[in-house]
C-alpha cells in the first residue's frame, strides 16, 4: 500500500468525530426543522451517519480510489432512499463534510479527500442502472431459494432446515446448495435489509438460520481424493461475517484440501504466529466491508515482512473488490476470487504457480 | 453518462498532492535520523500519526478536561487539538523547544478558542451524572471543606517558592512533569525532586495545622 496515502487515511480517521461534529453544525444551520423531521436522537444519529462516511473517506483515500466512496455514498443514498429520508439532507450532510474538509485538513491530505468526495456527488447525479445482476434469477435452484426464503422471512427455522435437507436427499451436491440455493438467499436477505423491508432481526435470523443448516451438511461432505495441501480461513480483526468464508473453507475441504477455519476477527498477532507455526500453503482473507481494506493490507504486508511465513499465497474475497476493479492488487494479495467456486479454482491455481 | 467515466475523470495522476515532492523516507528510516513523533508525521509517515495520538492523547484529554470541564466536550475538543496539530506539524522546531511544549501551546490555545465559542452559545445541554453532587447539600460538609482547603492552602503557602509553583503545576493543573520542566526550564530531575519533596512538606506542614486545630489530617 502506498504509505503517503495511508498517513492520510489515519489522519482523516482521528479526527471523524471533530469534524461530524462540525458537519452536522452547519447542516442543522441550514435545516433548523432537523429535530422536527428525525425526533430528539437527531444529532447523534446524523453524527453517528457522518463519521461512518468520514471513515469510508478515510479507506477510498488509503485506497486512492474515488470509486469506493462513490458506492459507499450510492448505498447510503439508496438505503436513506428506502427509509424515507430526504435526498437533500443526505447532499446537504455531504456537502457541508466536504466544505469542513477543505477548512480543517492539512494542506496535503485536503486536495485527495475533497476529489474523492466531489467524485461521489458527481456520481449521485447520475440515474442508475437498477438492474443489477439478480442471484436468485439466475440460480438453478430458483424455486428452492424462494421457499427457503418464505421460511426464513415466517421466522420458521425448522422449514428452512427440512427445505434444504430435502435438496440433499434430490441429490443436489453441497457445493451446489452453498453456491445456488444458501448464497443468494444471503444475497437477498442482505438487499432487504438495505432497501428497509426487513429489519436487523429478520436479517440476524436468516444468517443464524443459515449457519445451523450448514452444520448439519456436514454429514454429508463427501470430499475429492486429497491434495495434500493445507488452506487457512479468517478475516480482518473486526469484522464479524462468518458465513461466506465458511463457504469458502468448507469448498475447499470437498476439493480435497486440508482446511482450517479460523472464524472472523482473528486478532493480527494470533493469526501471524497460527501461520508461523501451521507453515499452510494458502491463507484465505475474507473481506466483507470497504473499511476493513486498509487492515487487511497491513495484515499482508505484515505477512510479507515476515521472513518464515512471507511467501504464503493469499488469496482475498468480498463485496468490495466486486465494484471496485484492481483493489486487491494494491492490498499485496496474490489473488480475488469473486465466488466461492472461483475461490477453489483460483486457490489451486496460485499455489500451483 | 457512464458512471465509472465520471470518477475517472478525478485527477490523481500528475504529481501526487499528497506529496508534491514525490520524495519519501522508507518506514523506519526516520526513526534512524532521530526524528521527533511530529516531524515524522510532517515527512508522511504512517506510524507516527497513531504514534503521535498515543504519546500525546493523555495530554491533551488532561489539558482539555481542565479547561471545558465536561467529559464529553473535552473528548471532542481533543480531535479538534489534533487537527491543529496535523495542520501545524511541519512548523514545529525542536531548536526552539520541546514537543511536549509545541503540543501544549498548540493545545491550550485552541482550548481557549473553543471555550470563547462556546460561551457565545446558548446552553441547552444536559447537565452530566459526574458533575451532579451525590448528595444533597450539606452545610456543616461544606464547611469542613472549606476549612480543609484553606489549611491546604496555608500549608502550600508555607513551602519554598519553586515548591510551590511546581507543586501547584502538577497537582492543581495536572500538568506532566516534563512539560512542567519545559515551562519553567527547570530539568526534569529537579521537577521531579520539588515534586516529591514538596507533598512530604506539604503532608508535614498538614499535621502541624491539624495538631493547632485539633483535627484529623486523613
Given at each position: 500500500m502506498d504509505q503517503t496515502a495511508k498517513q492520510a487515511s489515519f489522519i482523516i480517521d482521528s479526527v471523524t468525530k471533530a469534524v461530524a461534529n462540525w458537519t452536522v453544525d452547519e447542516h442543522a444551520g441550514l435545516n433548523?426543522?432537523?429535530?422536527?423531521?428525525?425526533?430528539?436522537?437527531?444529532?447523534?444519529?446524523?453524527?453517528?451517519?457522518?463519521?461512518?462516511?468520514?471513515?469510508?473517506?478515510?479507506?477510498?483515500?488509503?485506497?486512492?480510489?474515488?470509486?469506493?466512496?462513490?458506492?459507499?455514498?450510492?448505498?447510503?443514498?439508496?438505503?436513506?432512499?428506502?427509509?424515507?429520508?430526504?435526498?437533500?439532507?443526505?447532499?446537504?450532510?455531504?456537502?457541508?463534510?466536504?466544505?469542513?474538509?477543505?477548512?480543517?485538513?492539512?494542506?496535503?491530505?485536503?486536495?485527495?479527500?475533497?476529489?474523492?468526495v466531489d467524485a461521489a456527488l458527481e456520481s449521485l447525479r447520475v440515474k442508475q442502472d437498477d438492474s443489477a445482476y439478480d442471484s436468485i434469477e439466475n440460480s438453478k435452484e430458483k424455486e428452492t431459494v424462494l421457499t427457503y426464503l418464505a421460511a426464513i422471512l415466517e421466522s420458521n427455522g425448522a422449514a428452512a432446515e427440512s427445505i434444504i435437507m430435502s435438496a440433499v436427499e434430490r441429490g443436489v451436491p453441497v457445493a451446489a446448495i452453498y453456491e445456488n440455493i444458501l448464497s443468494p438467499a444471503q444475497a437477498r436477505l442482505g438487499q432487504m435489509w438495505h432497501r428497509g423491508e426487513i429489519s436487523v432481526?429478520?436479517?440476524?435470523?436468516?444468517?443464524?438460520?443459515?449457519?445451523?443448516?450448514?452444520?448439519?451438511?456436514?454429514?454429508?461432505?463427501?470430499?475429492?481424493?486429497?491434495?495434500?495441501?493445507?488452506?487457512?480461513?479468517?478475516?480482518?480483526?473486526?469484522?464479524?461475517?462468518?458465513?461466506?468464508?465458511?463457504?469458502?473453507?468448507?469448498?475447499?475441504?470437498?476439493?480435497?484440501?486440508?482446511?482450517?477455519?479460523?472464524?472472523?476477527?482473528?486478532?493480527?498477532?494470533?493469526?501471524?504466529?497460527?501461520?508461523?507455526?501451521?507453515?499452510?500453503?494458502?491463507?484465505?482473507?475474507?473481506?466483507?466491508?470497504?473499511?476493513?481494506l486498509r487492515d487487511a493490507g497491513e495484515l499482508i504486508e505484515r505477512i510479507r515482512e515476515n521472513e518464515k511465513i512471507g511467501s504464503t499465497k493469499v488469496l482475498i474475497g468480498g463485496p468490495p473488490f466486486r465494484f471496485v476493479d484492481g483493489l486487491w492488487r494494491q492490498l499485496g494479495a496474490d489473488g480475488c476470487a469473486s465466488s466461492?467456486?472461483?475461490?477453489?479454482?483460483?486457490?489451486?491455481?496460485?499455489?500451483a504457480s | 453518462m457512464d458512471r465509472s467515466a465520471i470518477i475517472y475523470t478525478v485527477d490523481i495522476a500528475g504529481p501526487d498532492p499528497l506529496n508534491p515532492s514525490g520524495h519519501r523516507l522508507l518506514l523506519g528510516q526516520e526513526k534512524s535520523l532521530g526524528k521527533t513523533l511530529l516531524q515524522r508525521v510532517a515527512a508522511g509517515e504512517t506510524a507516527a500519526v497513531a504514534a503521535c495520538v498515543d504519546t500525546y492523547g493523555g495530554l491533551i484529554w488532561s489539558l482539555?478536561?481542565?479547561?471545558?470541564?465536561?467529559?464529553?466536550?473535552?473528548?471532542?475538543?481533543?480531535?479538534?487539538?489534533?487537527?491543529?496539530?496535523?495542520?501545524?506539524?511541519?512548523?514545529?522546531?525542536?531548536?526552539?523547544?520541546?514537543?511536549?511544549?509545541?503540543?501544549?501551546?498548540?493545545?491550550?490555545?485552541?482550548?481557549?478558542?473553543?471555550?470563547?465559542?462556546?460561551?457565545?452559545?446558548?446552553?441547552?445541554?444536559?447537565?452530566?451524572?459526574?458533575?451532579?453532587?451525590?448528595?444533597?447539600?450539606?452545610?456543616?460538609?461544606?464547611?469542613?471543606?472549606?476549612?480543609?482547603?484553606?489549611?491546604?492552602?496555608?500549608?502550600?503557602?508555607?513551602?519554598?517558592?519553586?515548591?510551590?509553583?511546581?507543586?501547584?503545576?502538577?497537582?492543581?493543573?495536572g500538568w506532566p512533569h516534563q512539560v512542567i520542566a519545559d515551562q519553567?526550564?527547570?530539568?526534569?530531575?529537579?521537577?521531579?525532586?520539588h515534586v516529591r519533596r514538596g507533598l512530604i512538606k506539604l503532608r508535614e506542614e498538614l499535621k502541624v495545622l491539624k495538631n493547632e486545630s485539633g483535627k484529623e489530617v486523613v
Open positions: 433548523p426543522d432537523m429535530p422536527d423531521r428525525y425526533g430528539s436522537n437527531w444529532r447523534v444519529d446524523w453524527i453517528g451517519h457522518t463519521m461512518g462516511l468520514l471513515h469510508m473517506l478515510a479507506q477510498s483515500v488509503a485506497m486512492r480510489s474515488p470509486e469506493l466512496f462513490s458506492h459507499s455514498l450510492r448505498w447510503t443514498h439508496d438505503s436513506f432512499e428506502a427509509r424515507g429520508i430526504r435526498e437533500s439532507d443526505l447532499l446537504q450532510n455531504a456537502n457541508a463534510m466536504r466544505e469542513v474538509l477543505s477548512k480543517e485538513l492539512p494542506p496535503p491530505v485536503d486536495k485527495t479527500a475533497l476529489a474523492i432481526a429478520d436479517e440476524h435470523f436468516g444468517s443464524a438460520t443459515t449457519q445451523a443448516v450448514m452444520s448439519r451438511l456436514r454429514p454429508h461432505f463427501k470430499p475429492a481424493s486429497a491434495r495434500h495441501k493445507l488452506m487457512v480461513g479468517t478475516s480482518t480483526p473486526g469484522d464479524l461475517h462468518e458465513i461466506g468464508l465458511r463457504m469458502v473453507v468448507d469448498l475447499f475441504e470437498l476439493d480435497g484440501w486440508n482446511v482450517v477455519y479460523l472464524g472472523a476477527n482473528t486478532p493480527v498477532a494470533d493469526l501471524i504466529e497460527f501461520l508461523e507455526r501451521r507453515s499452510p500453503d494458502l491463507l484465505a482473507l475474507s473481506i466483507s466491508t470497504a473499511l476493513m466461492a467456486t472461483q475461490a477453489i479454482e483460483l486457490g489451486n491455481q496460485i499455489v | 482539555a478536561r481542565r479547561f471545558l470541564g465536561r467529559a464529553s466536550e473535552a473528548e471532542d475538543a481533543v480531535q479538534e487539538v489534533f487537527i491543529e496539530l496535523w495542520k501545524n506539524a511541519q512548523r514545529f522546531d525542536p531548536s526552539v523547544g520541546s514537543e511536549t511544549t509545541f503540543v501544549a501551546m498548540i493545545a491550550r490555545r485552541r482550548l481557549i478558542d473553543r471555550r470563547r465559542r462556546d460561551s457565545r452559545r446558548p446552553v441547552n445541554e444536559n447537565i452530566e451524572i459526574e458533575n451532579l453532587p451525590l448528595t444533597a447539600p450539606d452545610e456543616l460538609r461544606n464547611v469542613e471543606i472549606k476549612d480543609e482547603a484553606a489549611q491546604a492552602a496555608t500549608a502550600l503557602n508555607r513551602l519554598k517558592p519553586d515548591q510551590q509553583r511546581v507543586l501547584k503545576l502538577a497537582v492543581c493543573q519553567l526550564g527547570l530539568p526534569l530531575g529537579t521537577v521531579k525532586t
